[in-house]
């Protein structure tokens, strides 16, 4: 069976600190990819990123930065130097194999950056 | 502008009624999902549909129903066998290109209360 596993439910940063999000995932197939998506405040999902299970570079975008070590079966989403915008439920997500193209969510780890 | 438009925001139901939740999309994507948010939770997959007059069951589809009759609209009624309707529910879209895999987008989410 497939799942995402968010362990952090909430982190508190002040503001300028690194601050890394924690995702690991299950599933048996050997194509697959992973998302990250940010929810602020007002409720919509922000797509992040995209990655495929045959791409393990890592990816850095400004102050966002994504491990993926598929050894450890880990996706974790690093923010350096972080803001009070970065304040928001971030989700990791797993798109099944097959022609369905449906994500499993993790539970969401909400993060509150302090000024 | 392009994008995913849910309406209402805010709707408010009484036990025993049907409530219709809107979606329109104008990305010309073939895909159109709704998924469930419940406080602290991910999201769940109620029901999705990869092109017009089809629909398939998602991990919570009862007490739901659905139609698309154009490739735009994925309307999402929430019936009176739902028992516990009130949630935040979100649609999404995403092309099908190679099937799986494509990354899927959120509109802003509408809340559903039943009083």
Redesign the interface.
């Known amino acids: 069976a497939q799942k995402v596993t968010q362990a952090q439910t909430e982190i508190s940063v002040v503001e300028k600190e690194d601050v890394t999000l924690d995702c690991v995932y299950e599933t048996r197939d050997t194509t697959y990819y992973l998302f990250w998506y940010k929810q602020p405040p007002s409720g919509e999902l922000v797509f992040l990123i995209r990655r495929n299970s045959f791409d393990e570079q890592n990816e850095i975008s400004g102050r966002y930065s994504w491990n993926f070590q598929k050894s450890t079966s880990s996706f974790n989403f690093t923010i350096t130097a972080s803001q009070v915008v970065d304040s928001a439920v971030y989700f990791c997500a797993l798109s099944e194999a097959g022609a369905t193209n449906k994500l499993i969510f993790g539970t969401g780890t909400l993060l509150a950056v302090q000024p | 502008d392009g994008g995913i438009t849910q309406s209402p925001k805010y709707l408010f139901r009484k036990e025993g009624q049907n409530v219709t939740l809107s979606c329109e999309q104008n990305l010309n994507h073939d895909?159109m999902?709704w998924y469930r948010q419940d406080p602290?939770?991910?999201?769940?997959?109620i029901y999705?549909s990869?092109i017009v007059n089809d629909f398939?069951k998602?991990d919570i589809a009862e007490g739901y129903s659905v139609s698309r009759e154009k490739k735009e609209s994925f309307p999402l009624t929430v019936t009176s066998a739902q028992k516990n309707p009130t949630a935040?529910y979100?649609c999404?879209s995403?092309a099908?290109r190679g099937?799986?895999?494509?990354?899927?987008?959120?509109?802003?989410?509408s809340?559903l209360t039943v009083v």
């Open positions: 895909a999902y602290g939770q991910g999201l769940r997959l999705y990869q398939q998602g935040f979100l999404a995403s099908l099937g799986t895999g494509n990354t899927i987008y959120f509109g802003e989410g809340w």
